[in-house]
């Protein structure tokens, strides 16, 4: 199965992983959390990451582009047909598409009652 891995402090890595649930659990560290995007595309993160005090890593935004969740941790994006009870390979407009959305590493912290985020410059 061909996935977009998004580390923290990195850029995302397309990899080709086995269809199981422990190389999943290998990729986020634990207990997979699915979190549905827009055309098909599943986020994969631990589900315990915020538990665990895992690093931030990217912001989630709306459609206003506002931060609306930040996940932790590792995590990453595959197919998530809705005919289909399994996940699947991401498509190639698809890794475009999420290796553009999360290209850029980012920064987070609290600041008079907000969470600031600011891009974080890698090799």
Request: charged share 25%.
């Amino acid at each position: 199965m061909r996935v977009l891995v998004v580390e923290p402090e990195r850029r995302p890595e397309v990899r080709d992983i086995d269809d199981s649930l422990e190389a999943m659990q290998e990729i986020v560290g634990g207990l997979i959390q699915p979190i549905y995007m827009d055309d098909s595309v599943t986020l994969v993160c631990n589900g315990e990451g915020r538990l665990m005090n895992l690093p931030a890593n990217r912001g989630l935004r709306d459609k206003d582009g506002q931060i609306c969740d930040i996940v932790v941790g590792t995590f990453f994006l595959c197919g998530a047909p809705a005919d289909s009870d399994h996940f699947t390979s991401l498509t190639p407009e698809q890794i475009k598409r999420y290796r553009k959305q999360f290209y850029t590493p980012e920064m987070f912290w609290g600041m008079d009652g907000h969470i600031v985020c600011l891009p974080l410059e890698v090799d």
